[in-house]
């Protein structure tokens, strides 16, 4: 089992030693002649080597401990009009800076991923949301192609939502239009208001299925458990690869210390107990999620991998796996 982190690594004074860098839609567009591609450049150039360094650290942990998201502005602003050409012009300055880390990855087995953001719905009503939303989703195909991945079903992770009012039908119509790199490496997950784990198991033969076990909760004030029927689905969603949850937990003091909380006998709203909590403070939960044992899992957790390590070392101390409620 591996144990990720998202976006930001911290180091043991939770500052970020690898950072990546942006800038804003309205600077961009403000600037005149060749700085704005300046702009753009220098930040990408920063940024894919940030990577780099952050990959060559994450190399010299154990191996359960080589899994990260990356942040989706490794390129600031790509899907701005007037941003995608300086960055198709300046491929060739920029593509061997994802080459490495993409080399460095393999060699290194770090289980990498995307997350596209929440205005990427591929199942909207809206012909122009869905136009964006397949243009996000390319531009994270493009960056993890230049990486060397979307050679083989799910050598790359990039999750999103199926949220939308057109529901399995819109997301199915929106993925056919993408491409066969995209439609290699797209992964779609369990959202804690629109679509339940049922909903998005409709997308099984289309693409692998993510278990988010906090929003499962959330939606359904249940404890989803390994042996669960749907569980199976979704390994066989991923067609031989190792399926990914994600885990998140509600914050300190919004849930007890210890046990399984019950939302009827708590005092706050389902729009409180989806944010996460800084660290994974219930063991029992803990132990909840690790028993998940055929799965890697994602920490979404705001101390990202400082909070991840923590569960890594629990891991260690308690042994074995304990069993789901």
């Given at each position: 089992?591996?144990?990720?982190?998202?976006?930001?690594?911290?180091?043991?004074?939770?500052?970020?030693?690898?950072?990546?860098?942006?800038?804003?839609?309205?600077?961009?567009?403000?600037?005149?002649?060749?700085?704005?591609?300046?702009?753009?450049?220098?930040?990408?150039?920063?940024?894919?080597?940030?990577?780099?360094?952050?990959?060559?650290?994450?190399?010299?942990?154990?191996?359960?401990?080589?899994?990260?998201?990356?942040?989706?502005?490794?390129?600031?602003l790509y899907t701005v009009p007037q941003a995608t050409p300086l960055y198709r012009e300046a491929m060739p300055e920029l593509a061997p800076l994802f080459a490495r880390c993409g080399e460095l990855a393999r060699a290194s087995n770090i289980r990498l991923s995307f997350h596209p953001?929440?205005?990427?719905?591929?199942?909207?009503?809206?012909?122009?949301?869905?136009?964006?939303?397949?243009?996000?989703?390319?531009?994270?195909?493009?960056?993890?192609?230049?990486?060397?991945?979307?050679?083989?079903?799910?050598?790359?992770?990039?999750?999103?939502?199926?949220?939308?009012?057109?529901?399995?039908?819109?997301?199915?119509?929106?993925?056919?239009?993408?491409?066969?790199?995209?439609?290699?490496?797209?992964?779609?997950?369990?959202?804690?208001?629109?679509?339940?784990?049922?909903?998005?198991?409709?997308?099984?033969?289309?693409?692998?299925?993510?278990?988010?076990?906090?929003?499962?909760?959330?939606?359904?004030?249940?404890?989803?458990?390994?042996?669960?029927?749907?569980?199976?689905?979704?390994?066989?969603?991923?067609?031989?690869?190792?399926?990914?949850?994600?885990?998140?937990?509600?914050?300190?003091?919004?849930?007890?210390?210890?046990?399984?909380?019950?939302?009827?006998?708590?005092?706050?709203?389902?729009?409180?107990?989806?944010?996460?909590?800084?660290?994974?403070?219930n063991q029992t939960l803990n132990d909840w999620a690790l028993s998940f044992d055929r799965f890697d899992i994602m920490c979404e957790v705001k101390m990202k991998n400082l909070a991840r390590d923590r569960l890594y070392f629990y891991a260690l101390e308690r042994g074995g796996h304990?069993?789901?409620?």
């Open positions: 089992m591996k144990l990720g982190f998202a976006c930001k690594y911290f180091d043991h004074e939770a500052k970020q030693p690898f950072p990546f860098k942006s800038t804003t839609r309205t600077r961009f567009l403000g600037m005149q002649g060749d700085a704005a591609a300046t702009l753009l450049i220098g930040l990408a150039r920063t940024n894919l080597t940030n990577l780099y360094a952050l990959l060559e650290q994450l190399a010299t942990l154990p191996d359960a401990l080589r899994m990260m998201r990356i942040g989706s502005d490794l390129l600031p953001g929440q205005y990427t719905v591929l199942a909207s009503d809206n012909e122009g949301v869905v136009e964006r939303a397949i243009e996000d989703v390319e531009y994270h195909a493009t960056c993890a192609v230049l990486m060397g991945y979307g050679q083989r079903f799910q050598d790359f992770k990039i999750n999103i939502h199926m949220n939308g009012k057109k529901g399995f039908a819109g997301f199915r119509d929106a993925f056919m239009q993408l491409s066969p790199e995209a439609r290699n490496m797209l992964t779609v997950e369990n959202d804690e208001v629109s679509c339940a784990l049922d909903d998005v198991l409709q997308a099984r033969e289309l693409c692998a299925v993510v278990l988010d076990i906090h929003h499962h909760w959330v939606k359904e004030n249940a404890f989803i458990k390994p042996d669960d029927g749907r569980i199976a689905q979704i390994i066989d969603s991923w067609r031989g690869v190792r399926p990914v949850l994600h885990y998140s937990i509600a914050q300190e003091g919004l849930i007890p210390d210890s046990g399984f909380p019950d939302q009827n006998a708590l005092a706050a709203s389902k729009m409180k107990l989806r944010a996460h909590s800084d660290y994974f403070f304990a069993t789901a409620p």
